[in-house]
């Protein structure tokens, strides 16, 4: 996964200064007066601390892309069930908007705060460490999509971000205005069965066949299930209430069709 | 870590800065590296085990630094400093030893011996001054 911005290509080329002015010294050896001195101080401190400052932004800013979540095999489906075009489900729409949507795994599962992206990232090592470590990394993709879970349960004021509780239209729905205080205290969860339905349908499916000691088979039973679970959850999902605005029809810079826009019927 | 410590402070500056110029470039070619292969790896190497290495790397570069500077410090301060002069010592010696020399009535070898040092001690207190 190559990655092109103006950044990377300032990173490569304050390597490339900080490189060439070692290997001269270790090619040449001149005598270490101050112009030398100078020199390496550039080559060893100045451009070095460029290039780490700017890989670190890249990286950063990398990790927070959908593909950089998607290139551990284990999150190959949820991967591709965001990506496609074709999928109903709330990750796959939230992954349309333009605005957000490449980074839409980051958006919807970061913590909120101020120490939010710092948390978020710390949770991350401990994912780097559960599949080097742990086991996922031997695991077939089959049997990692029983086992994935949410560590703990989806708040709210993720989905809140974007969706204001304050707006007149999310308060105008009668299930938003009964259920304001479950869903401020996360007794509630939008992403519920009853309410606009699992992000990730197929692994919610899966997890439940698992739990009832039913084994799944991979291949058309796994295909079978996900699809059920994906037209079971575009189904629960009322659409106007689950999408982005950008991607309701009616509003502007919304696609024409209800299918092309990924709207339930 | 101090044994590591010991060692570096017994190198040759030059021989620190070319530590210093090896592991900054491998520290920049981790960096390098996760920008061009933004994976998790290389990513969290860059990110611990690269800005370690280049951080080694000034570390070394500063240590050669300040060594070179005391160094040259050091011998600077040497050379001001006046030379062993084995006569004048030789003297020193004998002007101690001259009155116990001149009690037992044998002075007349230290007086000469007193003589003969005394140009040789003045050059060395020139040279200080």
Redesign the interface.
């Known amino acids: 996964m190559a990655h092109s911005s103006p950044l990377t290509a300032l990173t490569l080329i304050c390597a490339l200064i900080a490189g060439s002015i070692c290997l001269h010294y270790l090619v040449r050896r001149p005598p270490l007066d101050l112009r030398t001195k100078l020199r390496l101080l550039l080559g060893l401190g100045v451009f070095p601390t460029l290039t780490a400052v700017t890989s670190t932004v890249t990286g950063m800013e990398a990790t927070t892309h959908k593909e950089f979540c998607g290139s551990c095999h284990v999150m190959g489906a949820h991967y591709a069930n965001a990506t496609d075009p074709n999928s109903q489900s709330l990750a796959a729409r939230h992954s349309r908007p333009p605005f957000f949507g490449d980074r839409s795994c980051y958006v919807c599962h970061a913590d909120y705060g101020m120490y939010g992206y710092a948390m978020t990232k710390a949770g991350g090592m401990r994912h780097v460490y559960e599949y080097y470590l742990g086991g996922y990394k031997d695991m077939t993709l089959e049997e990692a999509e029983k086992k994935i879970h949410l560590r703990k349960p989806y708040d709210n004021t993720n989905c809140r971000q974007c969706h204001t509780a304050t707006a007149t239209v999310w308060q105008s729905v009668p299930d938003h205005e009964s259920l304001s205080e479950e869903l401020a205290s996360n007794r509630v969860s939008c992403t519920s069965a009853g309410c606009h339905g699992y992000a990730h349908p197929f692994s919610k499916a899966l997890q439940e066949q698992a739990a009832e000691g039913h084994g799944v088979a991979p291949g058309t039973a796994s295909a079978e299930t996900r699809a059920s679970a994906e037209t079971r959850a575009s189904a629960e999902t009322p659409a106007s209430a689950a999408m982005p605005a950008s991607a309701v029809p009616g509003r502007p810079g919304a696609p024409s069709s209800p299918a092309a826009s990924g709207a339930a019927p | 870590m101090s044994r590591i410590g010991y060692w570096l402070v017994h190198q040759s ?2 021989h620190l ?2 530590v ?3 592991a ?2 491998i ?3 981790l ?2 590296y ?8 290389p ?2 190497f ?2 611990s085990v ?2 370690g290495i ?1 951080i080694f ?2 570390l070394c ?1 500063l240590l ?2 300040i060594l ?1 500077t005391r160094r040259a410090s050091a011998g600077t301060t040497s050379a001001s400093s006046p030379p062993p002069n084995p006569a004048a010592s030789e003297a020193k010696a004998a002007k101690s030893s001259s009155g116990e020399a001149a009690k037992s009535s044998s002075g007349k070898a230290a007086k000469a011996t007193e003589r003969a040092a005394e140009p040789a001690a003045d050059e060395g207190d020139d040279e200080q001054a």
């Open positions: 500056v030059s800065i070319r210093a110029c090896v900054a470039l520290a920049l070619s960096m390098a996760s920008v061009i292969s933004l994976k998790p790896l990513v969290i860059a990110m690269g800005h280049g790397a000034f570069y050669a630094v070179d």
